[in-house]
């Protein structure tokens, strides 16, 4: 039995893919290529430094007592004392000293918590120049500067 297949001349003539032939296809369409990484380039740069950060803390709080033979012996203190270091680190004394060694310490113009630090994205830069023009120049850069505190602490609640 004799199988013949139906096959061309053309088709019996090709060349097996060579690597010449793989870069020479890929050197037309190099345009298309840069032109896809740059653009996703530019989308991962303006989200990465548009979005503002987040951030999350933990504490933990070791409470010791200063004998154990005083634990033995007084077990009425015992369960108090724990809810007893709780109510002091929630005082209203201890967050007020807190806020005045922040209100003394050189950082007082850079915290979120007086208001004296606004999120600016580290992209701003680039887009001042764009705001400008496209705000026919009324916009103000001052508009968007958090306040700066010079004055001293003042325990008072609103007082100057």
């Known amino acids: ?15 097996p893919v060579t690597l010449k032939d793989i870069i020479r296809k890929i050197s037309r369409a190099r345009w298309w290529i840069f032109v896809s990484v740059i653009i996703i380039l530019i989308g991962s740069i303006y989200v990465t430094y548009s979005t503002p950060p987040e951030y999350q803390a933990t504490v933990s709080v070791m409470i010791e007592k200063t004998s154990k033979a005083k634990t033995i012996f007084n077990f009425s203190e015992n369960d108090f004392t ?6 002091v680190i929630l005082s209203r004394s201890v967050a007020e000293d807190v806020v005045k060694a922040l209100w003394e310490s050189n950082k007082r113009n850079r915290l979120y918590i007086f208001g004296t630090k606004v999120f600016v994205p580290r992209g701003q830069r680039l887009r001042r120049p764009l705001k400008k023009l496209f705000t026919l120049g009324r916009w103000n850069e001052g508009q968007s500067k958090p306040p700066k505190y010079y004055e001293p602490y003042n325990s008072e609640i609103g007082g100057k």
């Not at 004799?2 to 096959?7: E, I």
């Open 1 to 15: 039995m004799d199988v013949q297949f139906n096959q061309t001349p053309s088709e019996l003539d090709t060349a």
């Open 82 to 87: 724990i809810s007893d270091e709780i109510a």
